[in-house]
């Protein structure tokens, strides 16, 4: 029996303001079920970049659904944490493990 499995979203590489605006109508198009960010291959990712996935998260957790981030860059992994958010990240591994 396989267990069914949210789709994928496959991040970009510049996570930045030149495919913020396009990542964001991307995800608003998706919401209303499970989302999985696909996030290995982000090579920039800044404060803009943490706001619209912090956001995204919200908004999931108000609608009744979960994000993740599958695993993610060592540029997201640095933003987070240089943003203080890294307890966010480490939150979401506690809860998939």
Do not use: K
Not at 35 to 44: C, G, P
Not at 58 to 71: H, Q, Y
Request: charged share 25%; hydrophobic share 45%.
């Amino acid at each position: 029996m396989s267990s069914h499995l949210p789709p994928v979203f496959v991040l970009p590489a510049r996570m930045d303001a030149s495919t913020l605006p396009g990542t964001h109508s991307d995800l608003a198009s998706r919401r209303g079920a499970d989302l999985d960010l696909e996030a290995s291959q982000v090579d920039r990712f800044g404060a803009q970049a943490l706001q619209l996935v912090l956001s995204a998260f919200a908004s999931w957790r108000e609608d009744g659904f979960r994000l993740r981030i599958l695993d993610p860059s060592e540029a997201v992994r640095t933003a987070f944490d240089q943003l203080g958010c890294a307890s966010v990240l480490d939150r979401q591994e506690e809860t998939a493990a």
